[in-house]
């Protein structure tokens, strides 16, 4: 098996869960539900970074980028869970539909 | 890749779409949370299978030992677990889906026609070592900042959950 091959098998792997995140994040009605489908996203990309790391330049930037990646994600769930926290303290619901505080 | 490797590629991969395909569609947070976590072992597995063994751990310690316990912590804190999720409306379903799919299809073409190329002979070790030496020396200042933004990220979330039990 090439590596151009082995490339393209990661490539469509990483473009299914992104396309499954994007139908997610459209979809889903819970704020949370959200956030879980962009971090599947965010995995998708953390898969095709390294995939391209090992498969066409090798050496370690791709694996390092991930890791930035991966530090970033975990900054922005703990914030993100924190206003979720704060949101169903004052609306007691996480349906995004009835979340509007910042709709005119 | 040998044939181990390509089955071993395949069932992480099958797995892994299952599983994602659980967390995007199933009505029980609860359950949600729990395939998300087997997700992300999935794609640990593909670290590996990519000789990426530090991001591995990584990966299973900080993603599913941390995100995913918080994401259960905050899903256990705001609904029962009976509570079924909000059904979604067929039309807005299929559309969601349409547009999934054409986005997929395009972006499929475009990476079949582009010729990346291959790297001549695969590196052989572990990554471990080298990724340390480049956080450093060469990549410090990333490294310095995205503890930074973690600090950072701590104080903000604090805040905004302290000033609503203030009230």
Redesign the interface.
């Known amino acids: ?4 091959m ?8 990483g ?10 994040v ?5 704020v ?2 959200i ?3 962009i ?2 996203m965010f ?1 998708a990309a ?2 095709n970074l ?2 391209f ?6 050496n ?1 930037g791709g ?2 980028f ?3 990646v ?10 993100a ?6 949101v ?3 609306k007691n619901t ?2 995004v ?1 009835k979340i509007n505080l910042m709709k005119w | 890749m040998g044939t181990a490797e390509l089955v071993v590629f395949f069932i992480l991969a099958t797995v892994g779409i299952f599983s994602a395909l659980v967390v995007v569609t199933g009505k029980n947070m609860f359950h949600n949370v729990l395939f998300f976590g087997l997700f992300l072992l999935t794609i640990a597995g593909q670290f590996l299978l990519l000789s990426a063994d530090f991001l591995a751990m990584v990966q299973i310690f900080g993603y599913i030992g941390g995100i995913v316990v918080l994401i259960l912590f905050a899903v256990m804190l705001t609904r029962k677990i009976t509570d079924a999720e909000v059904e979604v409306s067929a039309g807005k379903g299929i559309l969601s889906f349409v547009i999934a799919l054409l986005l997929l299809g395009s972006i499929f073409y475009v990476y079949k026609r582009t010729l990346f190329p291959a790297a001549a002979e695969l590196p052989k070790g572990f990554s471990t070592a080298a990724i340390g030496k480049m956080l450093l020396s060469s990549h410090v200042l990333p490294f310095e900042v995205v503890a930074i933004v973690l600090l950072v990220a701590v104080v903000g979330a604090l805040a905004i959950v302290r000033e609503e039990i203030k009230e």
């Open positions: 098996m090439t590596g151009a082995q490339l393209n098998l990661y490539l469509t792997l473009l299914i869960f992104f396309c499954l995140g994007i139908y997610g459209m979809t889903k009605r819970n949370i539900g956030l879980m489908s971090e599947i995995n953390n898969l390294i995939a790391s090992r498969l066409v330049k090798t370690f694996q390092l991930a890791l930035f991966i530090g970033v994600v975990a900054a922005e769930t703990v914030v869970l924190a206003i979720i926290l704060a169903y303290k004052s996480l349906n539909d």
